[in-house]
């Protein structure tokens, strides 16, 4: 297979690239390093081919899509709260670069685009598990932009024979996952800092609860998705179909790393919502997807990564 992955440089699109040439597949990335670390893709240096660019330019993406087989589009600002803060800059990114993946994808034959979604379009209804035909209630203009993209996909799937399936991503977790950006998400930054022995921040009371899914999962479905047929055109939840707060999460992490600090509270975040929890039979029907790691083994290997990044011993 001869595969892009747009955003490669991130936290979930590295994790791709690594096992998509485990695999022996030939892989090219597109990333503008924006928030891409170079060290994520420094590793797989010579065995990839790499377009440092941005996927707000078509030229760009039309140039990285020439040859591709199968795309991988998980570029995006990925932060509910940054979108918040600056709702023109998401739109440009998650919805003006993603028509620009589609169009080029389209105009090279394409075999197929995966395209990463969030669970934040479900936004904050009251009714669990998240199931796929529930209607979108979008909360944040990062919800409206990834539900934007899945429209999008739909609409090239049907109008130009594009075939895309969009994956509705609940609350990834794992190695490689940045935790000194203002925008981090909440795993790592518990990690890093109880490893460093400081409180960190929980927002609201931490009684919202998170169907968190550890990265290896996310890249299974990925690559099922490229291969069957019968997910073209389907939107569908990957996560782990299990759901846990906010505190237990904290509590678990303490535990595991034997800190004894506690917590501190602030006030919650404009546009987070207060329960996700996915019903993931569609995949599981449609994909053959099963999540093989665990929440607790994902959550032994993040650790055990963070400890040997930040020169920590156990």
Known sequence: MRALVTGGAGFIGSHLVERLLELG?????????????????????????????????????????????????????????????????????????????????????????????????????????????????????????????????????????????????????????DPTSQYAAVVPIFVAALLKGTAPIVYGDGEQSRDFTYVANVVDANLLAAETDRGIGEVMNVACGATITVNELFARLRDLIGATIDARYDEARRGDVMHSFADIGKARELLGFDPNVSFEDGLERTVAWFRKTMGIRS
């Not at 709702?87 to 440009?92: A, R």
């Not at 909360?139 to 090239?156: D, I, M, R, T």
């Open 25 to 177: 597949h030939q892989v090219r990335v597109i990333d503008n390093f924006s928030t891409g670390r170079r060290e994520n893709v420094g590793p797989f240096a010579g065995r990839i081919e790499l377009h440092e660019a941005d996927i707000r330019s078509l030229d760009a993406v039309r140039s990285a899509v020439e040859g591709v087989e199968v795309v991988f589009h998980e570029a995006a600002l990925a932060s509910v709260p940054r979108s918040v803060d600056d709702p023109v800059t998401s739109n440009e990114v998650n919805v003006g670069g993603t028509l620009n993946v589609l169009a080029a994808s389209r105009d090279a034959g394409v075999r197929r685009v995966i395209y990463a979604s969030s669970s934040s379009i479900y936004g904050d209804t009251p009714v669990l598990p998240k199931v796929e035909t529930m209607p979108p209630a979008p909360g944040s203009p990062y919800a409206v932009g990834k539900l934007g993209g899945e429209y999008y996909c739909q609409v090239f799937s049907k109008l130009y024979g594009l075939p895309c399936v969009p994956l509705r991503y609940f609350n990834v977790f794992g190695p490689r996952q």
